[in-house]
């Protein structure tokens, strides 16, 4: 990943990570809220990853 | 529990572990490379699990647990965000790191780090700041240990054996052979962590509430308060900012990235230990709120899970205490391994550069076994301020971050941008935590990052950056293309 892409994302992932929780999901106590958003958000990202590395190592 | 299960329980995992570190050290070349990251040689599972066991301590299964007991689904939100933000640090700086290793022979981050700015200082300096903040950290695995002995055995197996055990455990794995026996011992012990707390999690389900089903419901039922996210924001960010820099600040994660032998293990690496921190979390907070559900009102939130383990069955209970054992030992040893490479390769070498590659090894042998001595003392101490120090760990290193970043991305940055960042930055917040003081209601490490970023940029735009940095960064952008690691769907 190159760096600029990398700040962009972070600066993304960060905002979301915190913002939506606080200010959506916060006051519901459920596990369809603040639990599942912060799982999916994690999975998304790691599946992200397997995606972003899947042809890494193969010649360009 | 009866001491001598709890006794047999630690002798036998204790003789099991340290027959797999004697087997590691077979077919192992000599040299500090081979001795201190396995000769850049490991697979990627071995080295995605010895990752994900040096990360993951006795902290997930006893304070996340507790945390979780005592303030609810935040504690989830605390931990995934550091996962995200280690996965992404993953994909960007490790392959970074991966290649300046094998481009340059690096063996410690600080070396690294050393080479980028052209000044050994800047290398000892982020050594001495590894080691004030480590040590504490590696002092509270060993009296995790020990508390957790003495407490499953109701005092009859003194604390000090706890502490002694774990101690040789982690030290013999660590001396033997190195990186090697390390991460051998680790993978063994995260397949461990991974699978009793997996087999307790689900025993629990169906033993106090029938099926994990009827445990989601029963939850939302009876303690809805705890799905709530009822964290103050300064206290989310102020507990999080320093883990989700874990993967760049922490030297004994981040040397971690030298080991794997090629492109398609370190892949493999950074995808094992991020469906290890998944699913590991995951069985963590719901062990949280399965012992708020079932033992609330408990004075001390850090109890939870040894309360849960003294109402499991014999055997389940000291499956869990074993897992738990594992988190510890492994993390201890990684830490101990890569401080006593620190002080090899970043401090002793520096004053005497003839020194010999059997001579390097020999020094961080030594160097490991005057820490744990250290570490041993601290436990037997039991300082309160131990806790202090032990959270300053991750706040102190965090220091280090717009280093990190900066040797691979910004050409300008400067030895002396680098030096007084850290040196500046870690003493304001050292002395944060050290006072109590949390100006405005923020935490140390949100001024000690500020202070930080502010002191690097400002410092290296008023001084010379290296000569060679512009080509270090341009050397490393050209072996990213030519290993493949830009050839991906979104570069």
Not at chain 2, 140 to 151: C, F, R
Not at chain 2, 310 to 318: N, R
Not at chain 2, 393 to 407: E, F, N, Q, R, Y
Not at chain 2, 474 to 490: A, H, I, Q, V
Request: charged letters at 10%; hydrophobic letters at 55%.
């Amino acid at each position: 990943m190159k760096g600029s892409s990398f700040f962009v994302l972070a600066v993304i992932l960060a905002a979301v990570d915190i913002l939506v929780p606080y200010l959506w999901l916060a006051d519901r106590s459920s596990f369809a809220a603040s639990f599942l958003f912060w799982c999916f958000l994690t999975l998304a990202v790691i599946v992200g990853a397997w995606i972003h590395t899947r042809n890494w190592g193969k010649n360009p | 529990m009866k001491p001598l299960y709890v006794m047999l329980a630690m002798v036998v995992w204790t003789a099991i572990a340290g027959a797999i570190a004697i087997m590691a050290r077979r077919g192992m070349g000599k040299g500090a490379a081979e001795f201190f990251i396995g000769g850049r040689r490991l697979k990627g599972f071995v080295s995605g699990m010895t990752y994900a066991a040096t990360t993951y301590s006795a902290f997930m299964l006893v304070g996340l647990v507790g945390l979780t007991y005592k303030s609810g689904i935040g504690a989830l939100g605390f931990e995934m965000t550091y996962l995200i933000f280690t996965v992404l640090f993953l994909l960007v700086f490790g392959p970074r790191f991966w290649l300046a290793g094998q481009r340059f022979q690096h063996i410690t981050p600080p070396e690294l780090l050393g080479n980028r700015y052209e000044n050994r200082w800047v290398a000892v300096l982020a050594a001495v700041l590894s080691f004030v903040m480590l040590i504490p950290y590696a002092s509270v695995q060993l009296m995790g240990a020990g508390l957790l002995v003495s407490g499953l055995s109701r005092g009859e197996i003194s604390f000090m054996t706890g502490v002694l055990v774990m101690a040789g455990l982690s030290g013999f794995s660590a001396m033997w052979a190195g990186m090697r026996s390390v991460s051998w011992t680790d993978a063994f012990q995260a397949m461990t962590m991974l699978v009793t707390s997996l087999a307790a999690l689900f025993y629990m389900f169906y033993a106090f509430y029938g099926s994990p089903g009827a445990f989601f419901v029963t939850i939302q039922a009876e303690n809805p308060d705890l799905l709530r996210f009822t964290w103050e924001p300064a206290y989310f960010i102020g507990l999080t900012l320093p883990w989700a820099f874990f993967a760049l600040t922490n030297p004994q994660v981040s040397q971690r990235l030298f080991v794997p032998d090629r492109v398609i293990s370190l892949k493999r690496m950074i995808l094992y230990f991020s469906a290890f921190g998944f699913i590991y979390t995951i069985i963590s907070t719901l062990f949280g709120l399965q012992a708020a559900n079932l033992f609330p009102g408990l004075e001390n939130p850090d109890r939870a899970m040894p309360h849960l383990l003294t109402q499991a069955p014999p055997l389940l209970g000291l499956i869990i205490f074993v897992g738990i054992f594992a988190a510890a030992s492994s993390t201890l040893g990684s830490i101990i391994l890569t401080l006593g490479s620190l002080f090899s390769r970043d401090v002793v070498k520096h004053l005497k550069p003839d020194l010999s590659e059997q001579g390097e090894t020999w020094v961080g042998q030594g160097a490991m076994l005057i820490l744990l001595a250290i570490c041993i003392y601290f436990a037997w101490l039991r300082p309160g301020m131990i806790a202090v120090l032990s959270s300053m760990a991750s706040g102190g290193l965090l220091v280090m971050a717009p280093t990190i970043i900066g040797a691979f991305f910004w050409h300008r940055a400067s030895a002396a941008g680098a030096l007084c960042s850290m040196l500046v930055g870690g003493i304001a917040t050292a002395g944060l935590y050290l006072t109590q003081y949390y100006p405005l209601g923020w935490w140390p490490p949100v001024w000690g990052l500020g202070l930080t970023t502010l002191l690097f940029f400002g410092v290296s735009l008023m001084t010379q950056p290296p000569q060679k940095a512009a080509q270090f960064i341009s050397d490393l952008e050209e072996d990213l293309r030519k290993e493949g690691f830009f050839f991906s769907t979104s570069d």
